[in-house]
């Protein structure tokens, strides 16, 4: 059930133990939004309030929601509005294999073939998308990142030379998303922009984290900077406790069939309520992974003690959390009870195509995939290791399992699955029936060279826990794709139909 409330927010605030930019300080007074932007407001704010702007004084500031807060931080700004065009530093760029070489040619064109990056310490880049594939062009990509990366003396790549095994390759980590916060450089209060689109996923950390083109990312490679309009908040509260048979993955489905996949175009979309708090950094990731999938420019989850205890060991990088002001406006305010929720899936051809898993349960597929950055982390196979245990059972059909990252993969074969008497998650799905976990990377999530690992070369129908289920997105263009919850995914393998988690939770 979801209520909608407009404006105003009585409070969003997370208490931590961090010190805070004076700067940045909560205040009384508001203000809504610029006056070229009251016509299509839909607080409706009134043109007094704009006459009484504190701003006249020159000293006094507005609340901030987190995302301008970071953003003030970012443009050494006292205080931002949404609407306002800001030139922002970034903390860490990152780009991968597939938008790699081109950023690198935009570079070079630009600042010259002798130039050199703004900062080497914040430059990540990462091969992860088209790995394992005998494809010349897909491995020239990653060359092309190494020779960059040795002229430039970058010092975070994740480097992969030896294709046959993995393994033998300690640099490499695997998905971007997952490799960037496994690796510390998702840090709250920074600015963090990557050309892939799914880089809101570091929201997660209180970080403003958003995807760029490839001319955007060769400009900053430049100058460590980016034009960037600060963008209005939506603000959504999951309170409640959530059912043993949901999670994070139901949860951003739930709210992306809410608003649609354009509801939150160009809005930062903040997530806090109770349900929120009690995630772990793998969930709070699902979220925010998933916001662009609403159009979103970035998530935010404000940064609490179990932000703090996720980075204990990964950065010695002193950062800064923000959360938004108790004053703060949000464009609007979305309420979800999480304990009334059911398990949902994304039909296909579209993230907000929502439906109820169990309304589904007729619909016959031919393969589950398990893995990318929105469903391949530790706890998502952990998640779905525990229900095959739970259940006893084999799978019906060809159940793909790709780790996000070579730490993912070591924690399947390591890591005990809660209820299975101390079986690891690879133990686990080898009884079950499923394939041997694959080498980490995006595998099938993007469809990729023919012969990547799992990719849909026919149209048939896939479960799966990736985020994106438009035509031709895994492969063949005829293909059908029911994204789900680790949950889902693994129960769909247990019967060969897509299948609501609690016939077996
Ligand atoms: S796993 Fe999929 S969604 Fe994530 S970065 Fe790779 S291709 Fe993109």
Request: with cysteine.
């Amino acid at each position: 059930m979801i209520i909608i409330l407009l404006l105003p927010s009585p409070s969003s605030c997370h208490g931590h133990g961090w010190r805070r930019d004076p700067s940045l300080l909560p205040n009384p007074f508001s203000q809504l939004c610029e006056p070229s932007e009251r016509a299509s407001c839909p607080q409706q704010c009134s043109p007094e309030h704009t006459q009484r702007s504190p701003a006249s004084s020159g000293s006094v500031k507005h609340a901030m929601t987190a995302t301008e807060k970071i953003l003030a931080r970012a443009s050494e700004k006292g205080q931002l509005v949404p609407g306002e065009n800001v030139w922002v530093k970034a903390d860490i760029l990152m780009t991968h294999d597939v938008c790699g070489p081109g950023t690198i040619g935009i570079f070079k064109k630009e600042f010259g073939q002798n130039a050199k990056v703004w900062d080497r310490e914040k430059v990540v880049l990462i091969p992860d998308h088209y790995i394992f594939t005998a494809d010349e062009r897909a491995n020239r990509n990653v060359d092309i990142l190494r020779e960059f990366a040795l002229e430039q003396d970058i010092k975070y790549f994740y480097d992969i030379k030896d294709l046959s095994n993995f393994k033998a390759n300690p640099d490499y980590k695997g998905v971007c998303h997952v490799a960037l916060a496994q690796e510390g450089h998702c840090r709250p209060g920074e600015v963090l922009f990557g050309t892939d689109s799914h880089t809101c996923n570091a929201g997660a950390f209180g970080q403003f984290a958003t995807g760029i083109g490839n001319t955007d990312a060769g400009f900053i490679m430049g100058t460590g900077k980016l034009l960037i309009k600060v963008p209005p908040t939506l603000r959504f509260v999951l309170d409640g406790e959530m059912p043993k048979h949901l999670l994070a993955k139901d949860l951003i489905l739930q709210i992306i069939g809410e608003i649609s996949v354009a509801g939150a175009t160009y809005r930062a979309m903040e997530f806090v309520g109770t349900a929120v708090d009690a995630m772990t950094m793998e969930d709070r990731m699902t979220l925010c992974n998933m916001v662009v999938e609403a159009g979103g420019k970035n998530g935010v989850v404000p940064a609490d003690s179990t932000t703090f205890k996720y980075l204990e060991g990964k950065t010695t990088v002193p950062y800064q959390p923000v959360a938004s002001d108790a004053e703060a406006s949000f464009l609007q305010e979305y309420r979800f009870d999480v304990s009334k929720l059911e398990p949902v899936v994304a039909k296909p051809h579209s993230p907000d195509n929502r439906g109820l898993a169990r309304e589904c349960k007729d619909v016959k597929i031919d393969r589950v995939y398990i893995g990318s950055c929105t469903g391949g982390k530790t706890e998502d196979f952990l998640a779905a290791a525990q229900l095959m245990a739970t259940s006893g059972q084999t799978v019906k059909v060809p159940t793909f399992l790709v780790p996000a990252t070579q730490k993912v993969w070591l924690d399947l074969y390591t890591l005990p699955v809660p209820g299975a008497d101390g079986m690891t998650c690879a133990e686990v799905f080898s009884k079950a029936g499923c394939d041997t976990p694959a080498a980490p990377s995006c595998a099938a999530c993007l469809g990729g060279p023919r012969d990547t690992y799992a990719r849909m070369n026919e149209a048939q129908v896939c479960v799966s826990t990736t985020n994106r289920n438009f035509p031709g997105r895994m492969g063949n263009k005829d293909a059908q794709i029911y994204l789900a919850s680790p949950y889902t995914a693994a129960a769909s393998a247990l019967t060969g139909f897509v299948t609501d988690p609690r016939e077996f939770l």
